[in-house]
């Protein structure tokens, strides 16, 4: 429905009725709204609830107030869908805006995932962190462990892995446009990475592409790590093909700092479709640490994009092999 879709204030009246279960009437709807910053009326809540009627959206329970009827339940989370598309993408654009990273001087701020878990099987993770790290399937070469933050309950530990969006970060202030395109399971076979199994779009999710793939079971890097077959986590970006002679200076600044990509690069990699217009960059996810962990059975929880570190908190991590 277009004019739900359009029209913010209506979307908050089918919020407010969708979280309160009991009829509201307009009075305590105009209160709600102007918690909300949505200044109106009673009289206009009335004119707005009557258009809900009008299409199914809402019911009169006698004099008492409005609720939502299925139809009006469906509209709603339909709506709020569309809202949240996007979400990830602009919350990992903000934080490459925020990287300060210089791989020229290996300083500055570095994005980073925050993962959590007991105290009393961190040796555990690190253990497995450390197998993803020396098999080169992570983004970075190092991880660092954090246990005293305002974010940990008392019995948990932190561990801070650098997130690819440092990437980003490090090209937008280079001067070179990036667009983060994919996340996917990329197939590994005799310790080489051979194809895309799936992908799915930055632009156009609600929920991180690479936590899904590992909370659906739809990864095998303990494989990987073992036996050189199975199935990782990689990103995909893309920047003008013109840029290509610097972006590779740029990655070989990155690499000689501890970082640990491309897996491949070009206008044609992997099954991904030629563009003869955009050099596309595939390189590990820092979240195959985490996807070890999971499939080793160990409780972990995730917070992709936390945050920016110090680039010198991670640097002094990096284990030896």
Known sequence: MTYIASERKVVEILRILKDHHEPMGA???SELLGEHGFVLTDRAVQYYL???DDHGFTRKVGNIGR?????G????????????LGFIISKLERLAFRSTFDPITATGD???????????IAE?????FDEVVNADLGFFSGYSRLDRDPRLLSGYVGFVTVCSITMDGVLQRMGIPVRMAYGGRLSIDNSKAVEFLDLISYQGTTINPLQLFISAGLTSVSDVVKIGDGIALANVRQVPIASEREVKKII???????????????????????????????SFSGMNLVANSVERGYPIKTEVGAGTIPFSRIINTIPTK
């Open 124 to 128: 555990n993770v690190a253990t497995v």
């Open 73 to 84: 339940i469906a509209e709603i989370e339909r709506a709020l869908v569309d809202e949240r």
């Open 27 to 29: 009075k305590r709807l």
């Open 50 to 52: 009557r258009y809900l």
């Open 67 to 71: 609720v939502l009827t299925p139809r």
């Open 252 to 282: 070989s600044l990155m690499r000689d700092c501890g970082f640990k990509f491309p897996i491949n690069m070009g206008s044609q990699i992997f099954n991904l479709p030629n563009d003869p217009y955009r050099l596309s960059i595939a």
């Open 110 to 120: 570095v994005a980073y995932n925050l993962s959590i878990v007991p105290e009393e």
